[in-house]
């Protein structure tokens, strides 16, 4: 067994934002060819709490050297308040000959990198005419600021950045910290969320929102709203983008906005595209110039395997980590 911590998994991925977006292209296009194993993620909730959660994602993804495990991810809000992460997660690699568990990794770095890299992805693939030179983001936590390094990667000239966050002390030491990592970039804030969607033809929502609380009404016509946190637009909103997703099947789900328009409508017809698609055959499908396109990534398994798997053959390389040979029992 190969046990890899935060500072093993830093000591991979730091700089390797390229490497990450690949591995996160690959398994999105092997998943939308049929080459993946994805049964729905399980929610663990507790009784009398719908804050905090904990969700089992288990996949399996098929390449030349075909990985499978388990990302088990945390989510307690109320950590923020307490100085502490919102998420903290644990990534099992088994072997795909034996099926036994070979490498067991802090989990919470991969999982907001693969996230950051998928909305990159879309960013960078459904592209407008004219490139984007500036981003809003809405929630100034964790995911957004990976969200802005892999944009940072994707998207050459982005030069501006406008923040919005109902915590107005959340989005002042998030722009300091931005100002530490990129001192190139324009960050100014927004005062309302309205003013961030209209500030930039790109526009990244990542809060801790569990209903519904935004429209795009105040987007421009050619606007990219990357929804990651999923419930945070009206299904108005929802209903009159260009919707692509990740997976129809896991996105409609656990009340997400798209969840939401599905059961208003009856159907799945307001999605154009699922991402792997897109990224196989980027002419196929330009961001519409006239509407709003919306990016729902449910957030798939076969992300945080590929990239654990990336980390795991670096570590190895790199001999990072602890060897722990008794973890198993002894053959018989
Ligand atoms: N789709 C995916 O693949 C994926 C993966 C990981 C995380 N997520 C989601 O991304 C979201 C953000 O995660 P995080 O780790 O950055 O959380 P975080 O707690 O670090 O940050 C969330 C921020 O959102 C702010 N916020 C809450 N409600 C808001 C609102 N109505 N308007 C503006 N700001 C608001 C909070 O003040 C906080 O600063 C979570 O909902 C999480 O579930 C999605």
Redesign the pocket.
Known sequence: MLILGAEDVHQVLDGAEKDVLEAVRQAYVLHDQGRSALPHSVFLRFPDDRRNRIIALPAYLGDDTPVAGVKWVS?F?GN?AAGL???SAAIILNSMSTGMPEAFMEGSVI??RR?AA?AALAAATLAARTPDTGVSL????????EVLRFLRAALPDLAEVTL????QE?ARSFAERCAAHWPELRIGPAAM?DEALAAHRLVSI????ATP??TTDACRPGTLVLH?????LTEESVLAAVNVVDDADHVCREATSLHLAEQRTGGRDFIEAPIGAVLADPAAQRRSEDRITVFS???LGVLDLAVADLVRRRARTLSLGTRLPGFLPAPD
């Open positions: 989510s809000p923020v992460r919102r998420a999982s907001a996230t998928s809405v929630g100034c936590g964790v995911i957004n600021f919005f966050d109902l915590d959340r969320a990542a809060t801790t929102a609380h935004l990651l946190s999923l419930r945070d990534p449910f957030g």
